[in-house]
């Protein structure tokens, strides 16, 4: 069994910053990769960031240069930076473990609020 746990989420005002972190645990026999999906209210979850396990990246053109995803594959675990928040950025944040073979699995979801 394979959990998928995030924390790191609040209230924070615009123009702010949050660090969410992922910690995947259980029978894990090789992550391809990991990242980070957002659902905002009365919209579909989209792609935020993701991080191979050798270390390529891919961002959602909306939080480039923004946000910074980072990884410790020793604690197989995800960070989030997010800097510069916008309001529009509110959402549940989900994160996304790949196995190198089987099912993806999700997190059960962080809010992040940005006020104006």
């Known amino acids: 069994q394979v959990q998928v746990v995030e924390s790191g989420g609040g209230l924070v005002q615009a123009g702010g910053s949050l660090r969410l972190s992922c910690v995947a645990s259980?029978?894990?026999?090789?992550?391809?990769?990991m990242g980070w999906y957002r659902q905002a209210p009365g919209k579909q979850r989209e792609l935020v960031t993701t991080i191979t396990s050798g270390g390529t990246t891919n961002y959602a053109d909306s939080v480039k240069g923004r946000f910074t995803i980072s990884r410790d594959n020793t604690k197989n675990t995800v960070y989030l930076q997010m800097n510069s928040l916008k309001p529009e950025d509110t959402a549940v944040y989900y994160c996304n473990l790949s196995p190198i073979v089987g099912e993806t699995y999700w997190g059960q979801g962080t809010q992040v609020t940005v006020s104006s």
């Open positions: 259980g029978r894990i026999f090789g992550i391809k990769a």
